[in-house]
């Protein structure tokens, strides 16, 4: 190997002349060359960097720390041995420095590596090449031995293989045997299958048995959920056993269907008898307290009962006798010991008040059937959204309606008997028409109320309906005698004035207060007919004995007292009758009577205070004059109508014009209407100016003989001006 030159050694060794070479001789001298090669070279990249590393790990110095001074001496001499050993071509006995040495100075291992590096590479290969070689035999032994007994398997294999060729041959009928079996098998699990879904279908499980036999398993999901699988499976049953006798001969066979079918209703009856036995514990139970809640269960056992309609009756049976004992029970200590703690008092305190005992009583019975209805709603499972609140429920639309109808009569029938004594009793004992009359209106308001609501074939209904005519009955007899006793009243004779009588006005106040009773009563559907005969028959025997005892004794008064106004009285009077009927639209026909009265007293009014003013005026002997002289008798001739007279009498009502009576009368001024007044006035002025404008008219004829009849006429007023006469009087629309 050729040894490498560091540059100072070399530098060393040129001549002080060297200088001067030539730059020709220095280009081609192989050290250079060889110089500037090793210098440009690049030992940055991946390769070099990590063969270098690996000659590092070759030539690595050898540790130095705790090696005493012979063993360093022997060491040196090791070393040196080795390098006389490779000179002399001997092979070296390692590639790293003997241990023990404790330092070795760098350059020479470098040198020993210039010297040694390919012998010391082919070394390391060489002795790689000896392990592997080593390790690949070892290798083989065992791939002989693994062949060995690959090839003993083998042999096991074959042996066996032959050995389950000849049982395969032996057992070959008995694997026919396995796969017929096999087949069999199948077969049996498939129709096992089929008859288990068939069982499944068709059949009750012991525990769905159970819920529907045993008594230990209470009504509920369980119970119906088994109850619905028997007649699903009986419904099925009749339409498996009717498609089948549509089958062509021959006849399948159906036993297996009737016997299931036969089993299946024989477990419905037993379900219903349980539902009925559990039903009557049940209403046994529930019927004793005053308010109840149906629970989801009890709605739906009564629902599947209602299959039954015989074994359903039998058990509302014991529910309806339960809820009549109960109701009675309550409605007697409502009645004599109240409510819990007292409160409210008992019903029978309040006896002394009529009208609050006996609406007490109602309302509570009406609270009770209220209460009622909603506890079979419940019980039966409906529900009427679309009636209103106290409209007429209409009765046998289902099935349902009509059950609720009877459990309701025959609940609430008990308390007829209590209710009826009691109403009777407090109706008989009234004295007083107008609480008769409220007791009655009461008694009919929730007589209607309750056909409405439970049927006017209920016996409540029936019960109620009674006392209604009874208290109605009562009431009427009451003011037929009121009315008797009004007819026997005086008016007193001593007494000038001309207002209605006091018995008149306490008997008007009491029609009054009926009028108000029966208003308040009415439910505002009522049509224009109903609403006047509901009260036409009070009307006819309170108003007509109240007309007929002012007539009569108005009459009765006149007659013993002739100055006592009685035109006037009669008019005050049916203007005070018809200020009590007026508020009222349903006395339209009695109002009706009363102003025909009205209107002929008016007449008669205006006829005699006619006859007043002209007697006041002074022309009541000229007008009579006109009316009573002989046929073709000149009017001057008469005595009343000679010129004097004449002048006399017309000088008066010049005079009456100027005074007071011709915008007022005091009679007139006593009526207690002023419409009528003026009206009765103001027709009486009419009939004063008609009479004038005759008595001019007559005066101005030639054959009355009146000399200078319009000076006559013109010495007073009016002047026989009829125009201005009527604007004197105020009257409109006559020229």
């Known amino acids: ?105 760098a350059g020479d291992i470098a040198a020993r590596a210039r010297k040694n590096l390919r012998r010391d590479v082919e070394s390391k290969l060489a002795e790689s090449s000896k392990q592997f070689l080593k390790a690949f035999g070892e ?42 079996l096999r087949e069999e098998r199948q077969g049996v699990a498939v129709r096992q299958s089929i008859i288990s879904a068939f069982l499944s279908r068709f059949t009750l499980s012991p525990s769905e048995k159970d819920a529907i036999v045993s008594r230990e398993v209470p009504i509920g999901p369980t119970f119906f959920a088994a109850m619905d699988k028997a007649a699903r499976i009986q419904a099925d049953c009749r339409v498996l056993l009717t498609a089948s006798l549509t089958l062509p001969p021959p006849e399948p066979p159906t036993k297996a269907g009737r016997d299931i079918l036969a089993a299946t209703a024989g477990q419905l009856e037993q379900a219903y008898d349980k539902i009925f036995r559990w ?29 039954r309609p015989e074994l359903l009756k039998e058990a509302l049976t014991y529910l309806s006798q339960t809820r009549q004992a109960t109701l009675l029970s309550a409605f007697m200590d409502a009645l004599t010991r109240g409510g819990p703690g007292g409160l409210p008092r008992p019903i029978e305190l309040h006896a002394h008040d009529p009208l609050r005992y006996v609406g007490d009583m109602l309302a509570w019975v009406h609270q009770a059937i209220a209460a009622e209805r909603e506890f079979l709603e419940g019980l039966f499972g409906v529900r009427d959204a679309r009636r209103m609140v106290g409209a007429v429920r209409a009765f046998g639309e289902s099935e349902e309606e009509r059950w609720i109808a009877e459990m309701m009569d025959g609940a609430v029938r008990g308390l007829c008997g209590p209710l009826r004594v009691r109403v009777q009793q407090t109706v008989r004992s009234q004295e007083s028409s107008i609480t008769s009359y409220k007791i009655a209106n009461l008694v009919q308001f929730y007589a209607v109320t309750m056909q409405r609501t439970i049927g006017r074939e209920a016996l409540l209904s029936k019960t109620l309906e009674e006392l209604t005519e009874l208290a109605y009955s009562i009431f009427y007899g009451a003011i037929e005698m009121q009315g008797r006793s009004l007819l026997h009243v005086s008016l007193d004779l001593d007494d000038t004035g001309v207002s209605p009588p006091l018995a008149i006005l306490d008997h008007a106040q009491v029609l009054r207060e009926m009028m108000l009773v029966y208003e308040s009563s009415l439910l505002g559907d009522e049509k224009e007919e109903e609403l006047q005969a509901g009260f036409r028959d009070i009307l006819d025997k309170m108003v007509d004995p109240a007309l ?19 035109a006037v009285f009669v008019l005050n009077t049916l203007a005070y009758l018809q200020s009590v009927l007026e508020p009222f639209a349903f006395t339209t026909e009695k109002r009706g009577v009363v102003q025909g009265l009205v209107d002929a007293k008016v007449l008669q009014l205006i006829e005699e205070h006619y006859q007043d003013v002209l007697k006041d005026a002074g022309l009541a002997e000229v007008a009579a004059a006109l009316g009573g002289r002989r046929p073709n008798e000149p009017l001057s001739h008469v005595p009343a109508a000679e010129p004097a007279a004449l002048q006399s009498a017309l000088h008066r009502f010049s005079e009456w014009l100027s ?34 404008e005759r008595v001019c008219e007559e005066v101005k004829r030639a054959e009355n003989k009146y000399e200078a009849g319009a000076t006559l006429l013109g010495s007073e007023r009016p002047f026989g001006q009829v125009r201005l006469l009527w604007q004197i009087f105020g009257l409109q629309g006559r020229e």
Request: net charge negative.
């Open 548 to 566: 007929e005892m002012m007539l009569t004794q108005a009459e009765e008064k006149k007659r013993q007292r002739p100055n006592w106004d009685k």
């Open 139 to 180: 290798v083989d032994k065992h791939l002989d031995t693994l062949q060995e007994h690959i090839g003993l398997m083998r042999t096991r294999c074959d042996e066996a293989q032959s050995q389950l060729y000849e049982t395969n041959e032996a057992c070959k009928s008995l694997l026919d045997r396995a796969g017929s």
């Open 1 to 105: 190997m050729t040894t490498a030159i560091s540059p100072s050694a070399s530098s060393s060794r040129l001549p002080g002349s060297s200088s001067s070479l030539s730059a020709q001789a220095q280009a081609q001298n192989p050290i250079s060359l060889r110089l500037y090669k090793v210098l440009s070279a690049n030992f940055e990249d991946e390769a070099t960097r990590e063969a270098l590393d690996t000659l590092a790990e070759l030539y690595a110095p050898p540790p130095t720390a705790g090696v005493k001074g012979k063993d360093r001496q022997e060491n040196d001499a090791d070393a040196d041995a080795d390098d006389e050993r490779t000179t002399n071509g001997a092979k070296p006995t390692g590639l790293v420095a003997p241990a023990g040495v404790e330092e070795v100075a």
């Open 659 to 692: 005074g007071p009576e011709v915008v007022q009368s005091r009679r007139l001024g006593l009526l207690t209407v002023q419409s009528v007044a003026a009206r009765v006035h103001q027709a009486a002025l009419e009939r004063v100016a008609e009479t004038y």
């Open 279 to 307: 039903c009557c514990f049940e209403f046994r139970q529930m019927g004793r307290d005053a308010s109840l809640d149906v629970s989801p269960t009890m709605r739906e056992a009564v629902k599947r009962l209602r299959e």
